[in-house]
């Protein structure tokens, strides 16, 4: 095996085989993903107790949920980290993003009034947006050709267990009402506390250093996005994944929310119930798509193809059965194996494989910021929506699940099983 700096840039490294040092690599870029979907879920199971505790109005709510690592924080964040990861590495990015993030996390645990809780929120969504392009550039970077999506993967993994934790600790923490709640995001402070000391021994990505050595200031400009083969992948990418998290976003924030607010469970219950969709999450990561995302282009396509069909389904039941715990046991249950196959996964590891290395980091942090503007704004809406019925919503989602699922399975690239290298060559040939 080549040494610890050269891990993944080699040939030899090019294979199959995932060496300690990358799996340990990963777990800890990965906690990005953690804090990501962790804070977004914690603010989930919070907002109504945040809405009677601080007397927040429908409004409010939907303001608070745009601002924050759902939506425009994330994507402010994600603009800005996206891109100096490229021009300064990702070492410069993630070393120091999480102190930012835990200062905005205690600030929601410790908050009081309305001002504080929204201004904890924007700053945990900028640190948290920061983070997500170049932890993921990094995984991307350091994995074997033929295992980069099982790596990518278990990024995805980590994305279902944060809200997993947070759910749990905010079911068993529910009797002490909003307490229990600060306590939730007390917690997100430790693990960032913890990561960011234990991610002071990751090295810089061999990858970058090498293409920020090798290639011209000319070749790094950000209008080399919007040329050719990267602007074809940069629409194709921000596609698939804009019209997937409007659906993912309004599942993570607001599903105890309109549960408990249509009457059709406790908070307990739909806290409960949303901490199963993410358990199943994680089981069909593992089994599924840590499994299959490596094997070959035509398995890609039919794990697309079959998720997006149950994703869509997902939400279509809404419109044809009553707003009941059992169908929503079954949304959940459709959305849950659908996501692992035909969402964020797949998402990143097509946005690693796509772009060029001097490049990958802005070209994510388009791509995941406008899929967050996107959603900040038709967050707004959410709560109004919702305040009819669950059929608007759905009906919507089932849209915007639809444009996701046919782009994303008509249009997806041929690049399983080959270097990032291989890739960037014959994208800049053709």
Do not use: C, H
């Given at each position: 095996m080549a040494s610890t700096e050269a891990v993944g840039t080699g040939p030899a490294d090019d294979g199959g085989t995932i060496s300690r040092q990358q799996w340990k690599w990963a777990i800890l870029a990965g906690m990005a993903s953690y804090i990501d979907a962790g804070s977004i879920v914690a603010l989930s199971a919070g907002l109504s107790l945040f809405q009677s505790e601080l007397g927040l109005s429908s409004g409010a709510v939907g303001a608070l949920a745009a601002i924050g690592p759902n939506a425009l924080g994330c994507a402010l964040g994600a603009f800005i980290g996206g891109r100096l990861g490229d021009k300064l590495g990702r070492k410069r990015i993630y070393k120091y993003d999480l102190l930012v993030y835990a200062a905005g996390v205690l600030m929601i645990a410790l908050s009081f009034n309305s001002p504080t809780l929204f201004?904890?929120?924007?700053?945990?969504?900028?640190?948290?947006?920061?983070?997500?392009?170049?932890?993921?550039?990094?995984?991307?970077?350091?994995?074997?050709?033929?295992?980069?999506?099982?790596l990518l993967g278990f990024t995805h993994l980590a994305w279902n267990a944060g809200p997993l934790v947070v759910l749990l600790l905010a079911f068993f923490l529910a009797p002490l009402g909003m307490l229990g709640i600060r306590i939730v995001f007390l917690h997100l402070v430790l693990v960032a506390m913890v990561t960011w000391a234990l991610?002071?021994?990751?090295?810089?990505?061999?990858?970058?250093?090498?293409?920020?050595?090798?290639?011209?200031?000319?070749?790094?400009?950000?209008?080399n996005l919007f040329r050719g083969a990267n602007l074809r992948a940069l629409v194709w990418t921000v596609t698939i994944y804009a019209f997937w998290n409007l659906a993912a976003g309004t599942k993570g924030i607001f599903n105890p929310y309109i549960i408990k607010s249509l009457d059709a469970g406790s908070q307990a219950v739909s806290v409960g119930l949303t901490a199963l969709g993410f358990a199943l999450g994680i089981v069909a990561t593992w089994v599924l798509f840590m499994r299959l995302a490596d094997r070959s282009h035509t398995i890609r396509k039919r794990m697309w193809?079959?998720?997006?069909?149950?994703?869509?389904?997902?939400?279509?039941?809404?419109?044809?059965?009553?707003?009941?715990?059992?169908?929503?046991?079954?949304?959940?249950l459709f959305w849950a194996v659908g996501a692992a196959l035909a969402g964020e996964a797949m998402y990143k590891v097509f946005s690693q494989e796509l772009f060029p290395t001097i490049l990958r980091g802005?070209?994510?942090?388009?791509?995941?910021?406008?899929?967050?503007?996107?959603?900040?704004?038709?967050?707004?809406?959410?709560?109004?929506?919702?305040?009819?019925?669950?059929?608007?919503?759905?009906?919507?989602?089932?849209?915007?699940?639809?444009?996701?699922?046919?782009?994303?399975?008509?249009?997806m690239p041929d690049t399983s099983g080959k270097s990032?290298?291989?890739?960037?060559?014959?994208?800049?040939?053709?």
């Open positions: 201004i904890g929120t924007f700053i945990v969504g900028v640190a948290v947006g920061a983070d997500v392009p170049a932890s993921l550039a990094l995984v991307g970077e350091f994995s074997p050709a033929k295992a980069r999506g099982k991610r002071q021994g990751l090295t810089e990505s061999p990858r970058w250093k090498e293409a920020a050595a090798s290639q011209a200031p000319v070749q790094q400009k950000l209008r193809g079959v998720g997006a069909l149950m994703q869509v389904t997902a939400f279509a039941i809404y419109l044809v059965l009553p707003f009941t715990i059992p169908v929503i046991i079954g949304n959940i802005t070209a994510q942090g388009l791509t995941f910021g406008t899929a967050r503007v996107l959603l900040g704004i038709w967050s707004f809406f959410v709560p109004v929506l919702a305040s009819t019925g669950i059929e608007p919503v759905a009906g919507l989602l089932v849209v915007f699940l639809v444009i996701s699922g046919a782009v994303g399975y008509f249009f990032l290298e291989q890739i960037e060559s014959e994208r800049a040939t053709a």
